[in-house]
């Protein structure tokens, strides 16, 4: 779950963290109030759960206070990577020496947290990551002892930091750290982290990404979970309480069971097109979780076919078929679809779709070489 980074701030806050003083607003009249309030040069910042708001456009410096509602109405009117900015911060600017990047994540390769620091911050820091991985410091947490001064100085260190940035940024990073692990996030970072004229060190972007498994010992994140979508599809398949995640390519996939969707993805890409989207049915799903699956791939312009892969277990079979079959008589099933089904019920499933007409493939690898050559052949 994402949250928005005016959320992210106030968690900081709440660890210790300085940041720049900022509020949110839904209005230009707001962000104009809110702007008088602070009574000093504003950084005016759309809202949304996409990272590159400064290269859209979405992030302003308004000296003067009359400019600010004016500023405030186009970020307001803008769509972001396809998102609408529905919010603005409306924040402090502070005089900038220097900026970094500070963050926390997960090693999956190693299984442990790993913080990551470099010294070229207010960037992607993939790109840092792509050109210049020298100029990243890196250093794992063991999950065993736990955030230590000198794990954190050890990444520092590795990454070029000065001693004076080292004693006055160890701080700030440990209680960053602590954050990421009481909070159960699977991002936590700060980009930049400035160093102010005077100084200081201050956060002035805040980002949290939070692990979605463990949302059930932080009751007290449920008011963000209606912002939390970064996708309208996305949005909407999770309120059908369906697992989905919409990814860039063409062949939709459904399956039942996450390991079974994730191999399937790679035999759409292994037969030489990209999988469209993740969605998995889960164990026990009966037809009209089918039929919503459908109704959520179709209404992806990128899909130019629907692959089918269920392994019947708890799912039976001839419940995916009805599935099919009931979703097929409510929507506009316009591109080609390739369906396996093996296990509980195939027979009674296969029956009942073969009276349709459906392609139908006895191993997942040939499903997905027939759904390729219909894409290419449409």
Same mark, same amino acid.
């Given at each position: 779950?994402?949250? &928005? /980074?005016?959320? !992210? ?24 109030? *809110? ?13 949304? &759960? ?7 456009? =979405?992030?302003?410096? +308004? ?17 972001? $990577? ?34 990551? +620091? ?8 993939? /790109?840092?990551?792509?050109? @210049? ?20 100085? %050890? ?17 700030? *990073?440990? %209680? ?19 160093? @102010? ?44 309480? *369906? ?40 164990? =026990? ?5 089918? !039929? ?11 899909? $130019? ?7 019947? =277990? ?11 079959? /009931? ?36 191993? =997942? ?7 390729? /050559? ?5």
């Amino acid at each position: 779950m994402k949250v &928005h /980074e005016y959320q !992210a701030r106030e968690i900081y806050k709440q660890y210790g963290i300085a940041v720049s003083e900022g509020y949110v607003a839904e209005t230009a009249d707001q962000a104009h109030e *809110l702007a008088a309030k602070i009574d000093a040069p504003v950084v005016i910042k759309a809202q949304v &759960h996409v990272g590159g708001r400064g290269k859209a456009g =979405g992030v302003k410096v +308004v000296q003067k206070l009359e400019d600010v509602k004016g500023v405030a109405e186009k970020i307001l009117g803008m769509e972001i $990577k396809g998102l609408p900015v529905k919010k603005v911060g409306v924040v402090r600017a502070v005089d900038i020496d220097h900026e970094y990047y500070l963050g926390v994540t997960l090693d999956r390769e190693n299984r442990r947290p790993v913080i990551l +620091v470099s010294r070229e911050g207010g960037v992607d820091i993939e /790109e840092v990551a792509a050109k @210049t991985p020298e100029k990243i410091g890196r250093s794992a947490i063991d999950p065993l002892i736990g955030v230590e001064p000198y794990v954190v100085r %050890k990444a520092l260190y590795s990454g070029g930091f000065t001693a004076e940035e080292v004693k006055g940024i160890t701080p700030i *990073l440990v %209680k960053l750290c602590k954050c990421y692990l009481d909070m159960d996030a699977q991002l936590a970072e700060i980009n930049p982290l400035v160093r @102010t004229a005077d100084g200081e060190f201050m956060a002035i972007d805040a980002k949290i990404d939070f692990d979605d498994s463990a949302m059930f010992r932080h009751k007290e994140l449920d008011a963000f979970k209606e912002e939390s979508e970064t996708d309208a599809l996305e949005s909407e398949a999770h309120a059908l309480g *369906l697992a989905y995640v919409r990814l860039s390519g063409e062949v939709g996939v459904i399956g039942n069971g996450a390991g079974l969707v994730m191999a399937t993805l790679d035999m759409a890409a292994a037969a030489g097109r990209k999988p469209a989207n993740f969605l998995d049915i889960g164990g =026990g799903a009966r037809a009209d979780v089918v !039929a919503n699956s459908l109704s959520i791939l179709l209404k992806d312009p990128n899909v $130019k076919g629907i692959l089918i892969n269920v392994f019947g =277990g708890i799912t039976r079979c001839d419940e995916v078929a009805k599935g099919i079959i /009931e979703g097929a008589g409510k929507l506009d099933i316009n591109v080609p679809m390739v369906i396996r089904l093996k296990g509980t019920n195939e027979k009674e499933g296969k029956d009942l779709l073969e009276k349709e007409g459906y392609t139908f493939s006895d191993s =997942g690898m040939e499903a997905a070489r027939k759904i390729v /050559e219909l894409i290419g052949a449409a």
